[in-house]
C-alpha cells in the first residue's frame, strides 16, 4: 500500500462521520427558547449576547452556569415503563423459577423452559408497565453547550428516557 491509498482510505470514513458531528449542536440562544439553567431555573430567553443571557428573570453570566438545557416538547415513559416492567417481571419469576428448579428439575430442558418462562413474564410485565408509562408526560430537556464554558459538563435530568 503506498502513500496515496494509505490517505484515500480514511476519507469514506471521515466523510460519513462529520455530517452527524455538524448537526448534532443545539442553540439555546434564540429569544422565545425556553431554558433551563443549572437544572432549577426555567424561563424564557429574551436577547443573548457573549457573557451571558438575558432571561424573563433578569441577566445570568454565562460563568454563572452550570448546566444549560432547551426545552425539547413532552415525552411519555412508554420505554422506562416497559424496562422497568421487564426487569421485575423476569428478575421476579427468574429467582422464583431458580428456587424452584433447584429443588424438583432434573435435566437441563427444565432450565431452559424456567429461563424461557422468565422471559415471557418479563414480556408479558414490560407490556403492562409501557401502558402505564405512556399515560405519564414529561418535559424533554436537551443539553446544549454553555458558550465560553466547558464543553464538558455533569449531566443529571434530561431527557425522560
Given amino acids: ?4 491509498d494509505r490517505l484515500k482510505f480514511p476519507l469514506p470514513l471521515a466523510s460519513s462521520v462529520f455530517p452527524f458531528l455538524a448537526v448534532g449542536a443545539i442553540s439555546a440562544q434564540q429569544p422565545g427558547d425556553t431554558v433551563r439553567v443549572s437544572g432549577e431555573q426555567v424561563s424564557v430567553v429574551v436577547e443573548a449576547d457573549s457573557a451571558g443571557l438575558l432571561l424573563s428573570f433578569g441577566y445570568v453570566p454565562y460563568a454563572e452556569m452550570q448546566l444549560l438545557e432547551v426545552w425539547g416538547g413532552t415525552g411519555n415513559h ?3 415503563g416497559f ?3 421487564f426487569m421485575a417481571g423476569a428478575i421476579a419469576t427468574g429467582v422464583f423459577t431458580a428456587l424452584l428448579c433447584s429443588a424438583y428439575c432434573g435435566s437441563a430442558s427444565d432450565y431452559v423452559i ?3 418462562m422468565s422471559v415471557g413474564v418479563g414480556l408479558v410485565a414490560g407490556v ?4 402505564i408509562g405512556s399515560a405519564f408526560d414529561a418535559d424533554i430537556w436537551n443539553p446544549v453547550p454553555i458558550p465560553g464554558g466547558l464543553s464538558l459538563r455533569w449531566h443529571h435530568g434530561g431527557s425522560p428516557w
Wanted: no cysteine.
Fill in 114 to 116: 424456567a429461563l424461557a
Fill in 1 to 4: 500500500m503506498d502513500v496515496v
Fill in 83 to 85: 424496562k422497568y416492567g
Fill in 128 to 131: 403492562i408497565g409501557s401502558i
Fill in 78 to 80: 412508554t420505554r422506562r
